[in-house]
């Protein structure tokens, strides 16, 4: 069972486009991740959202966790070549067993052109 | 600070051989994490051990697949009898606690043919 839906699976753009990924679920989690990871290497943290209806910002990068806490959302201004790379998005369960398990969603491999 | 030291970073080897795969976690780090990176299923989570025990296993596909952690600062997993539908990216990632931020290694590629 696939808890957490990315979508698209795929984009490609150009430099200077703007573009917004999604991650999407059923279930509540109490945190949620964006990892970003490049050929070879293992995923990178970007942020961590934890309230529901937070906003953060990394530079060109907008993450906003949904108010029920059910999906999240990640938009990049004006793309760079750079910005090329598998996104993930991660939840976290809270509770028993399950407290600290990640689920991650299939990702969503960005390409910019230059 | 070394990150996350997996072992092998490739491996190529035949259906039926076994596989050991070796994790040295950032030191200080009291959990870590086992994964499996395929196109088709993305990064699915096969154990994580806290303190050294195993918390969670419901992710070992079958019991070919087997994980040690016998000190804070290395940890096994082991495929025996390996099969062609195991070739993977094996990822093992810590953390301090059981929550917050993952820091993964470089990943062990295994091709089995």
């Known amino acids: 069972t696939q808890l957490l839906e990315q979508s698209p699976q795929f984009l490609s753009i150009q430099e200077g486009e703007n573009l917004t990924v999604y991650c999407n679920s059923s279930s509540v989690f109490s945190s949620l991740q964006w990892y970003r990871q490049e050929p070879g290497e293992g995923p990178v943290l970007l942020v961590t959202?934890?309230?529901?209806?937070e906003v953060k910002k990394l530079k060109r990068l907008t993450f906003q966790f949904g108010d029920a806490r059910k999906d999240s959302s990640l938009h990049i201004t004006a793309a760079q070549p750079g910005d090329t790379g598998l996104y993930l998005c991660a939840g976290a369960r809270a509770g028993g067993t399950s407290y600290g398990k990640l689920t991650f969603g299939q990702g969503t491999i960005l390409t910019v052109h230059p | 600070d070394a990150g996350v030291i997996q072992s092998p970073r490739h491996e190529v080897t035949e259906m039926g051989q076994e596989v050991t795969l070796r994790c040295k976690p950032i030191s200080g780090h009291n959990s870590l994490f086992w994964y499996r990176q395929t196109m088709m299923r993305g990064l699915e989570l096969l154990i994580y051990f806290n303190n050294n025990v195993p918390i969670d296993d419901s992710g070992m596909p079958e019991d070919r697949f087997s994980a040690k952690m016998p000190n804070a600062s290395f940890s096994t997993l082991k495929i025996q009898p390996s099969e062609p539908r195991d070739s993977a990216v094996y990822f093992c990632?810590?953390?301090?606690?059981?929550?917050?931020?993952?820091?993964f290694g470089e990943g062990s590629r295994l091709t089995v043919l």
């Open positions: 990632a810590s953390n301090p606690g059981l929550a917050g931020e993952l820091f």
């Open positions: 959202v934890v309230t529901g209806g």
